[in-house]
């Protein structure tokens, strides 16, 4: 069984002034649980036209968002996991998501984080600190750093991930 990690850049205003205070291609992290990507799970802005309602957001390839910002720019790893870790982080998000309004992306947390100080809250997550969570709580790869630290860029060379794709994200295709 596989999963699947996309660093991404979707051009939008947010994404754009964290690479310029990061300056890192890639502005978002999110994780798949085909080879497709179809679905993508993380944490951002729930509704295409906002990003004061964020939280745990789903989203399709071929959905409102991707429609909207669709110069969206991508990496995609490809790691094997075990039937167990695999269900695992299935069950977490199919659990999220019947209550998707308990959980709330954390703009409180930035501030902190921004000068390396760990702060969490109960349900509020940023992209890296969820996706950090998930993979940690599978037992899939543990980082250095508390989770709620981690950035997109801290995903780029994980071990046991291997980069299978690099592009625009509307033009990658499973082969």
Do not use: Q, W
């Not at 899939?140 to 991930?161: A, Q, S, T, V």
């Amino acid at each position: 069984m596989k999963i699947y990690l996309l660093l991404m850049h979707t051009n939008t205003i947010p994404s754009k002034l964290v690479k310029l205070f990061t300056r890192y291609e890639y502005s978002h992290v999110g994780i798949s649980l085909n080879r497709n990507c179809d679905i993508i799970y993380s944490f951002g802005r729930r509704h295409v036209n906002t990003i004061l309602n964020g939280g745990l957001s789903i989203e399709h390839k071929h959905g409102e968002f991707f429609n909207k910002f669709n110069k969206t720019v991508c990496c995609i790893f490809e790691t094997e996991v075990n039937k167990e870790a695999y269900d695992f982080i299935k069950k977490t998000l199919d659990e999220m998501e019947k209550t998707i309004d308990d959980y709330k992306y954390d703009f409180i947390g930035i501030i902190p984080r921004f000068f390396h100080i760990p702060f969490t809250l109960k349900n509020r997550y940023v992209c890296s600190y969820f996706i950090a969570e998930l993979l940690d709580k599978a037992n899939i790869y543990h980082f250095d750093k508390p989770n709620c630290l981690i950035k997109p860029k801290d995903f780029e060379n994980l071990n046991g991930f291997h980069e299978i794709y690099k592009g625009s994200y509307l033009s990658y295709e499973d082969n």
